[in-house]
């Protein structure tokens, strides 16, 4: 008979419960893990609180209460989040208090806006250990950002290394340890090309970056900083996530990454959702220094082939490629675009009697999203010239020397299969993963969001933050 781990959940945590006896044999298995969770605190160092609804407030605070006792001195990390059905009015206090009591034990933190106002007294000697905080997104889904509350000052913390953020307001008005930070996530969609460099040159410890942007105007709240006219060097910084929000002008000067310093930049991601112009320059999307990538992810709609190649061209070390809109071919002198077809045949390994050098030599991982022109001929010789089988084969040309065979390859492709190219690779791709996906838009398809998806879950929002 199935145990009920609930009950079993319940009974480890509280001590003055017994273990129901029905369950036999399991209860003494069941004893045994209560001895070790009261005897592990870091079993307890972690929760992820969602707010309940009014009536089982006090029921979730008595637990988060007892879970915090159970985590003894150790490091403390919690996040706290509203469901996505919430009332935003309902007084947390009673949630909040236990927490702040443990503020010395902080490590990493996802806090929101309703908790502010409990913190704003918590200096950086009340942090000693913070790590890592989460400030919230705008609540409502309101397209406006919130007014910031007074400062949190325990973000002045020497320990800070890593922080996110969803407001611009909230990078301004608080009193930020720039200098410690080792990873920065800046979720707001209201940064200028110039606000982004100031804060960047802050962080000169930098090692992972997200920046979500606007342009290279500026927002009405980047007047809070002092705009620096220095080149920000960050020699730390190997991961760099760009995204912007509307369109880029051919006239718009490339002001980030022309001003960037960031010789160890080994993996880059730029997405747009907005359109670029076909004569668009590549320092508008790509740094000006690829040789060290080994990790791209782009997803640009309506990106030139051309330009995307050039860009590949390089980056000799590339080893892991995610393309996640199909590159276009321009022509005419309106700029006629259509969807370049032969895009991956110019990736492909040639035979050797070809002069040209190939193109990503060290590529192992590709991943191809939303392609529709691609053909399944195109894409199976592309396979084929790939496999550790093929190069053995051309192993004698000098040209090939440093051409390595793909580990795995994913395509989705966006219209109906032409041909099932699987069993021809079959006897030829080794120890490569294949995954080939055939998707066809159904045009009458409508989404129903039912009433049920919006209950009460403690799991809800563990995955909100993920990068």
């Not at 406006?144 to 000052?153: F, I, R, V, W």
């Not at 990503?360 to 010789?381: A, E, I, M, V």
Request: hydrophobic letters at 35%; a neutral charge.
């Amino acid at each position: 008979k199935p145990i009920n781990l609930c009950q079993v959940q319940k009974s480890i945590i509280n001590n003055d419960q017994a273990i129901p006896s029905k369950f036999g044999f399991s209860d003494k298995i069941c004893r045994s893990w209560r001895i070790v969770a009261h005897t592990t605190p870091r079993l307890w160092a972690s929760m992820h609180i969602v707010v309940p609804p009014t009536r089982k407030l006090p029921q979730l605070v008595d637990l988060v209460s007892k879970w915090i006792q159970r985590s003894g001195a150790v490091p403390l990390d919690f996040s706290l989040v509203y469901p996505r059905k919430a009332d935003y009015t309902l007084d947390i206090s009673s949630l909040i208090t236990p927490l702040v009591a443990e503020s010395h034990r902080w490590r990493e933190v996802q806090l929101e806006k309703q908790s502010w106002h409990h913190l704003t007294s918590l200096k950086p000697e009340d942090v000693p250990v913070l790590a890592s905080v989460t400030l919230p997104d705008r609540l409502d889904g309101s397209p406006h950002e919130p007014d910031p509350p007074e400062p949190l000052l325990f973000l002045g913390t020497r320990s800070l290394r890593s922080l996110r953020c969803s407001c611009t307001s909230y990078l301004t008005r608080n009193p930020i340890s720039w200098a410690s930070l080792t990873s920065l996530n800046a979720m707001t969609p209201s940064i200028s090309y110039d606000f982004a460099l100031d804060i960047l040159s802050r962080c000169p410890l930098l090692e992972t970056c997200t920046l979500h942007i606007t342009g290279p105007g500026a927002h009405h709240s980047d007047s809070e900083l002092m705009y620096s006219t220095h080149r920000p060097s960050l020699f730390h910084l190997h991961h760099l996530f760009v995204e912007s929000f509307g369109g880029i002008s051919i006239h718009d000067p490339a002001h980030l990454f022309d001003k960037l310093d960031i010789p160890a930049l080994g993996s880059f991601e730029r997405y747009s959702i907005g359109e670029f112009p076909p004569n668009i320059s590549s320092r508008a999307i790509f740094p000006s220094v690829l040789t060290h990538i080994e990790r791209l992810k782009i997803g640009v709609r309506t990106m030139s082939s051309e330009l995307l190649i050039s860009a590949l061209a390089a980056m000799p070390i590339l080893k892991e490629l995610h393309i996640i809109y199909e590159p276009y071919e321009y022509s005419g002198a309106h700029g006629r675009r259509t969807r370049d077809r032969k895009f991956l045949a110019r990736l492909s390994v040639t035979s050797s009697e070809s002069h040209f050098p190939t193109l990503c030599p060290r590529l192992r991982y590709l991943t191809l999203g939303q392609f529709k022109r691609l053909s399944d001929n195109t894409l199976l010789n592309f396979i084929l010239s790939r496999t550790e089988q093929h190069l053995g084969s051309l192993a004698q040309a000098p040209q090939f020397s440093n051409v390595v065979p793909l580990r795995r390859v994913s395509c989705t492709l966006t219209r109906e299969m032409e041909r099932d190219i699987l069993p021809e690779l079959e006897p030829h791709r080794g120890d490569m993963q294949i995954e080939l996906k055939y998707e066809v838009k159904n045009t009458t398809a409508r989404w129903t969001i039912a009433s049920e998806c919006f209950a009460y879950s403690p799991l809800e929002g563990m995955d909100y933050f993920e990068p």
